[in-house]
């Protein structure tokens, strides 16, 4: 039983890493679980929530009809709402309402349908939309105000040249200024959409690939108990080896997703250092040896000098070399063979990692690197999509650049190309 309680706080950990309210729902529409976010968001305590109908958080007119809209979703089968986000209204504990984005998802366990929410709370990204809009106002009503004090300047010294010209500087002046102004506000509201497309991506995909680990979880800490019962050591751990791999997939979502945020913040900051290349290669081809597929095959060609040393940010390179390799390995058959080649040409490390995988089509390959951007064969395969945008953005950081190579079927060759870094 200790152990069973142990797996318990594994699941809590997982909740507690996200920034936005979850809860978990039953068919009538009972809150079977929740994290600490919620309760902060709404006013609630969790003993307050659990146990209790998911419409104590619903607004009217939706509040009377919730039950129903469950019911009629499980009868028909017809997705509404579910795997689309959408903007909705919350409850508080207080009565007070405010906006959110609601992301719905739904999976069965030991026969019955359950619901995920993902509440990401609107309210400061509204205040800001209504500052820019206020914002945006005000600078039209100067820009009319000052057109009509030009106008009628202009009016006013048709008969004097020397005053008309100093006029239609001044002009020019303000037109730039406000040019340069519209033009910062532009890039402002753009960023700030950009972040808030990223955040409702990320609450999506998290909807998503959290639920399949999740109910992993919640299944393997039901058979360890049961077999804790029976003293079945081997079941036992092999459930706990279970527990373990679907927390660290957790866990790598959301490293992945740190990573990105702190890139598009420009909070990443950069850590060169001289080190041997050959020896972190070795190092990282040795880890996946203990977790590639059955008969697969890691072959290391390496054409570096003798105790050859490159300067870089080492950490940048790691992740590099973890992301290609994962997916090379991800997207190659079991006695598949994966090529990892380092040589020095031109004063630049090339790395070339070449796998007789799946592939990509050929006219989905100008899109492979955009953000959670994946192939049309790789739906049924877990991924997020974020693994080579955040390869081509280390990349970016170090000045590296990066070659792709596919065909459908047949595998995928990769070449990078990383210059020493310039202290």
Known sequence: MQEGTINQAFLQSVLLTASDSIIIINSKGTIILLNDVVQELFGFTKEEMIGQNIKMITPEPHQS????????????????????????????????????????????????????????????EKETEQKLIFTNKNLENLVDSRTSQLMESVTQ???????????IKERIQVEKKLILREKELIDAIEKERNLNLLKSRFVSIASHEFRTPLSNILSSINLIEHYQENQDKAKTRNHLEKIKNNIQYLTGILNEFLTLTQIENGKFNLYPETFSISKLVFEIVEEFNHIKKPQQSINLEDRLPGNFTFTTDKNCLRHIFHNLINNAIKYSGDKSTITLLLDYVNKSLIIEIADNGIGIPLDEQKLIFDIFYRGSNVLNIQGTGLGLNIVKKYLDLIKGEIVLKSRENEGTIITINIPHYEI
């Open 65 to 124: 009809n919730h039950d129903q809209y469950i019911k009629n979703h499980i009868e028909t089968g017809i997705n509404k709402v579910i795997g689309i986000g959408r903007e909705v209204m919350g409850q508080r504990k207080d009565g007070s309402l405010f906006p959110c984005r609601l992301a719905l998802s739904k999976f069965f366990f030991d026969g019955d349908i359950y619901f995920t929410g993902v509440i990401h709370d609107l309210t400061k």
């Open 157 to 167: 010294l048709s008969f004097s040249n020397q005053n008309l010209e100093l006029e």
